[in-house]
């Protein structure tokens, strides 16, 4: 992957990008694009490192809310097309979304839910227990009600977009400054003017932060609220399948959010730990996984006795009502922000990008996003939060 180890970073900038996971490699490419030169993406580690190196890999456009649905589907699009812009192979597995539903209330829900989609272009259907059973043919019908499926999501590798945005951004002339922690944000008068770094001071008019789970405290440093909780999430790989799995959707319970999909000679098992305390810690513990296999003996049974050989803990970077946190700060002037995806960052990061282009060079977005503005909080305008875990 490019990245460029700075004894100094470069002493200025137009725009300073903080974070180089995949949220921030998406919004540089943009940016560079569009014709802004002198680009810094700043990154503490490696790119990719944090949660953008541990996601699931799950792309879908099946939301409860028109926002989005239309940050999914136009993403889905840039996904499909990432062959030819901007020029990578990301092992794009269109394998369609499976919701199990065990509750009358589910299934009203998610009708809903695809009627909207629908009505927004997203080939989604609500579909009977047997027909779920034909599609994944793991899962068990007993007390099963119906399932939500569309077959134009799927699952992608993570490592390999950011990659090929970096890469892309790269040769557009974007520095990529990896190993480089950020210190400090410095404003004159109500505007952003530089950002301190572990390698030397950037001056700047513009700062992007795409800092994950890390967003509050770089937030904090520019005296802007981003309300962004760490949270682990862990998932877990079954040793090779002999047979080998049927290829199948990638498959959600909804009740238990125990979640399942192909992955390479075998399965890839994850679950939402009700339990999971807030914090960074990432160490991967596998006692979760008999919240797994507990789910599984009821909705899957197959499942519960696969052997796991490894796995892995991420962070899920969570807002209050679990939707993103895209806009800019009224003050400073100069501090922009797209974060708190609470689970959906990967799957919305091509469209994001453009979005962040386009408030950077003060445009019209291609969808209105102050729904997402992180004052919704400030003046109790929560919206609706969304009701898929993963």
Same mark, same amino acid.
């Given at each position: 992957m490019p990245s460029s180890v700075f004894r100094t970073v470069p002493a200025r900038a137009d725009v300073v990008i903080i974070g180089g996971g995949v949220m921030g490699a998406s919004t540089a490419l943009h940016l560079a694009e569009a014709g802004v030169t002198r680009i810094v993406v700043v990154e503490r580690g490696e790119l990719g490192s944090?949660?953008?190196?541990?996601?699931? /890999? &799950? *792309? $879908?456009?099946?939301?409860?809310?028109?926002?989005? +649905?239309?940050?999914?589907? @136009?993403?889905?699009?840039?996904?499909?097309?990432?062959?030819? @812009?901007? /020029?990578?192979?990301? @092992?794009?597995? #269109?394998?369609?979304?499976?919701?199990?539903?065990?509750s009358a209330q589910q299934a009203h829900d998610f009708e809903a839910g695809v009627e909207l989609q629908n009505d927004l272009g997203v080939p989604s259907r609500m579909i009977g227990p047997d027909e779920a059973r034909r599609l994944c043919p793991y899962v068990s019908t007993d007390g099963l009600v119906a399932a939500a499926h569309s077959p134009t999501d %799927?699952?992608?590798?993570?490592?390999?977009? *950011?990659?090929?945005?970096?890469?892309?951004?790269?040769?557009? /002339?974007?520095?990529?400054?990896?190993?480089?922690?950020?210190? %400090?944000?410095?404003?004159?008068?109500?505007?952003?003017?530089? *950002?301190?770094?572990? $390698?030397?001071?950037?001056?700047?008019?513009?700062?992007?932060? #795409?800092?994950?789970?890390?967003?509050?405290?770089? &937030?904090?440093?520019?005296?802007?609220?981003?309300?962004?909780?760490?949270?682990?999430?862990?998932?877990?790989?079954?040793?090779?399948?002999?047979?080998?799995?049927?290829? +199948?959707?990638? #498959?959600?319970?909804?009740?238990?959010? =125990?979640?399942f999909h192909n992955s390479d000679d075998g399965l890839l098992f994850g679950l939402a730990d009700p339990d999971q305390e807030d914090g960074f810690d990432t160490t991967w513990t596998p006692r979760w996984l008999e919240l797994f296999r507990a789910a599984a003996r009821r909705r899957a049974p197959a499942l519960a006795g696969m052997r796991t050989t490894d796995g892995w803990a991420g962070l899920y970077e969570v807002t209050p009502d679990h939707n993103a946190l +895209?806009?800019?700060?009224?003050?400073? =002037?100069?501090?922009?922000?797209a974060t708190?995806?609470?689970?959906? /960052?990967?799957?919305?990061?091509?469209?994001?990008?453009?979005?962040? $282009?386009?408030?950077?060079?003060?445009?019209?977005?291609?969808?209105?996003?102050?729904?997402?503005? =992180?004052?919704?909080?400030?003046? &109790? =305008?929560?919206?609706?939060?969304?009701?898929?875990?993963v």
């Open positions: 944090g949660s953008s190196g541990k996601p699931i /890999g &799950g *792309v $879908r456009a099946q939301f409860s809310d028109p926002l989005n +649905i239309e940050l999914g589907s @136009r993403s889905l699009r840039a996904f499909q097309d990432f062959p030819h @812009r901007p /020029g990578a192979g990301i @092992r794009l597995d #269109t394998v369609g979304y499976l919701f199990l539903l065990d %799927g699952h992608a590798r993570p490592e390999l977009v *950011v990659q090929g945005y970096a890469r892309a951004a790269a040769r557009a /002339g974007v520095a990529l400054a990896t190993h480089t922690a950020v210190t %400090g944000i410095d404003t004159t008068g109500n505007r952003v003017s530089g *950002v301190r770094t572990s $390698r030397g001071r950037i001056a700047c008019s513009t700062v992007i932060c #795409t800092a994950g789970a890390w967003s509050a405290r770089i &937030g904090a440093m520019a005296g802007v609220d981003l309300p962004v909780r760490p949270v682990k999430r862990q998932l877990a790989f079954t040793e090779p399948l002999s047979p080998p799995a049927p290829r +199948i959707p990638f #498959t959600i319970d909804f009740s238990s959010t =125990a979640y +895209i806009g800019r700060s009224h003050e400073p =002037a100069g501090f922009l922000y708190g995806f609470s689970g959906h /960052g990967f799957l919305q990061a091509p469209a994001v990008g453009e979005v962040m $282009r386009d408030l950077c060079l003060e445009r019209e977005p291609f969808t209105g996003i102050s729904p997402l503005s =992180a004052d919704r909080f400030r003046h &109790g =305008a929560e919206i609706r939060p969304e009701v898929h875990v």
